[in-house]
């Protein structure tokens, strides 16, 4: 199963590190990244596959919640179902 | 990224941080016909069971896919069999099975369960006027159960007793509940051509044409809607049903795709999607403002109805692409308690009774969450029930009416009834009288167009 992360909030140093930290650190694989800075807002897209996860879909969310919160952005894991249906007929 | 682009994703993100976009409801339909016993005690019991053991999980689940997709779930509220079915045995004894399923919605921490419910529409047996009348007590002595009475339909026309005997049944519900502003009448609604699959309160029960259990989900989004309309200044009104429909599109199919899911984590059948536009009092979640957007002053100047008209229709055409099973009501609500732009307009008068009841001709579903004065004569809240039924008989839609009389209260008072639920200034009615023609009793005819065999 493969989730989005998004990563919103103010640019600083060390965000991707953080992030990428924290999955890794549960064996979640990043399988595609994109950033952008757009005047001083930091929006980072992930593609992920959770298929050797040692969370749910929904632990992952609450532990990346936290690790949002100590960083100073907003930190969202959504199963990347909800962006097909939503967005593609 | 694979299909998907990033203003896609910010855009979803943005629609539920932003704009309120949530599942508002999701409700499992539960029949109870197995439950059937001789006894009050042994039917209730066994109702508790049966309620208990299928809708156990219903919190957990709605919680879990509320985190894995990042919509939240507002409510999980489950509906069963019209309880006067399962009460025909012991008439005088029906409160036994409301207690039941109050008990059992509170074992299972959803928010509401309706279907104290009872179908009348052409003609009402001992057992089930009964049942009606036992309506007052059920809602008063409970919290979470809600009742509805189906009083016509466009096949069968209109049972003028049931109306006669609702308006008593809705002053009595206010008086018992008066120390709390008569609030047992927000759990009640009186329908025309009530549907068998809605998923919303107050009027949601569990049809006997369904299945054994069922999950019906109601999307929403009206804050989506209005923020899609924000940049649509100098727009045509056909460029703004588009737009609406496009967004219709896209809630709808959240709906839908977590809706699929939560029948399969719950073990039931997938019913429908419900692809009305439902209100709540906070700010940026109002259908009146999306009216407004679209071009009034205030919701209720002239040109609403043609406004509600469109929005209805585009959210339909929307939601129809994006769910091959729409059902329930699937309209845009105007609860005057439950929207803050609803609640602004009828404090400094732009909108009227009169106002609202001309546009529950385009729209589901009636007169909704409508506080007036405690003094007004239960055959006056009839007369609203028989004008109601009537649009909804004659156009073949579903029509209702959930009006709140509040004991001591007169016009310019307010009543504050809490959370979702919001809060009113108490309406004018017409101080005229119809009590003749309410008193008069019978079936209205079924109209001429019903006939199409």
């Known amino acids: 199963m493969r989730a989005i992360v998004t990563v919103i909030g103010k640019d600083k140093s060390g965000i991707i590190a953080k992030v990428s930290s924290v999955l890794a650190a549960n064996d979640v694989n990043i399988e595609d990244i994109s950033q952008t800075i757009v005047?001083?807002?930091?929006?980072?897209?992930?593609?992920?596959?959770?298929?050797?996860?040692?969370?749910?879909?929904?632990?992952?969310?609450?532990t990346m919640r936290h690790t949002g919160a100590e960083a100073g952005v907003s930190i969202h894991v959504q199963h990347e179902d909800i962006f097909n249906a939503m967005h593609n007929v | 990224m694979s299909l998907i682009n990033r203003n896609q994703i910010i855009e979803t993100i943005d629609m539920v941080e932003k704009e309120h976009f949530d599942v508002r409801t999701i409700t499992m339909g539960i029949s109870l016909l197995s439950c059937i016993r001789e006894s009050a005690e042994e039917t209730a019991r066994l109702c508790y069971d049966r309620i208990c053991k299928k809708a156990e999980n219903i919190v957990k689940v709605a919680r879990e896919l509320g985190e894995e997709y990042g919509i939240p779930v507002i409510n999980k509220r489950v509906s069963v069999t019209p309880a006067s079915i399962?009460?025909?045995?012991?008439?005088?004894?029906?409160?036994?099975?409301?207690?039941?399923?109050?008990?059992?919605?509170?074992?299972?921490?959803?928010?509401?369960?309706?279907?104290?419910?009872?179908?009348?529409?052409?003609?009402?047996?001992?057992?089930?006027?009964?049942?009606?009348?036992?309506?007052?007590?059920?809602?008063?002595?409970?919290?979470?159960?809600?009742?509805?009475?189906?009083?016509?339909?466009?096949?069968?026309?209109?049972?003028?007793?049931?109306?006669?005997?609702?308006?008593?049944?809705?002053?009595?519900a206010a008086e018992l509940t008066r120390d709390a502003d008569g609030i047992a009448c927000a759990k009640f609604v009186a329908f025309c051509n009530a549907v068998e699959d809605n998923p919303f309160m107050a009027g949601a029960f569990h049809g006997t044409g369904e299945g054994e259990t069922v999950i019906n989900v109601g999307v929403s989004g009206p804050g989506v809607v209005h923020h899609a309309l924000k940049n649509l200044k100098d727009a045509s009104i056909d460029e703004v049903a588009e737009t609406i429909k496009r967004t219709a599109f896209k809630i709808t199919r959240a709906g839908s795709l977590i809706a699929k899911e939560a029948a399969k984590r719950l073990g039931a059948e997938f019913g429908i999607v419900d692809l009305s536009l439902a209100p709540t009092p906070v700010?940026?979640?109002?259908?009146?403002?999306?009216?407004?957007?679209?071009?009034?002053?205030?919701?209720?100047?002239?040109?609403?109805?043609?406004?509600?008209?469109?929005?209805?229709?585009?959210?339909?055409?929307?939601?129809?692409?994006?769910?091959?099973?729409?059902?329930?009501?699937?309209g845009a609500f105007i609860p005057v308690s439950e929207d803050i732009g609803m609640i602004n307009a009828a404090r400094s008068g732009a909108i009227t009774l009169a106002k609202l009841e001309a546009m529950t001709a385009v729209c589901s579903v009636g007169i909704d969450m409508v506080a007036i004065p405690g003094d007004t004569p239960a055959s006056t809240i009839s007369g609203m029930i028989a004008d109601e039924a009537a649009i909804g008989m004659i156009n073949n839609k579903t029509t209702a009416v959930r009006v709140i009389p509040v004991p001591g209260k007169k016009e310019g008072d307010s009543v504050e009834f809490g959370g979702l639920l919001g809060s009113a200034p108490i309406m004018p009615v017409s101080p005229y009288s119809c009590e003749k023609l309410v008193s008069r009793g019978g079936r209205m005819p079924a109209p001429i167009h019903s006939n199409k065999n």
């Open chain 1, 39 to 62: 005047s001083g807002n930091f929006t980072m897209i992930m593609l992920c596959d959770l298929e050797k996860s040692r969370l749910s879909l929904a632990e992952l969310n609450e």
């Open chain 2, 86 to 172: 399962l009460a025909a045995n012991f008439p005088g004894r029906e409160t036994a099975l409301a207690k039941a399923f109050d008990k059992a919605a509170e074992t299972c921490g959803i928010d509401f369960l309706g279907g104290y419910s009872a179908l009348v529409n052409k003609s009402m047996t001992s057992f089930e006027r009964s049942f009606i009348e036992s309506i007052p007590e059920a809602l008063a002595e409970t919290k979470k159960v809600c009742s509805s009475v189906n009083v016509g339909s466009s096949k069968s026309g209109i049972n003028m007793d049931a109306v006669k005997l609702l308006g008593e049944t809705i002053k009595r």
């Open chain 2, 283 to 330: 700010i940026g979640d109002s259908v009146a403002h999306i009216l407004e957007e679209i071009g009034l002053e205030s919701v209720g100047a002239h040109g609403t109805t043609a406004a509600l008209a469109m929005l209805n229709d585009a959210v339909k055409k929307g939601g129809v692409m994006a769910s091959s099973s729409v059902g329930g009501l699937s």
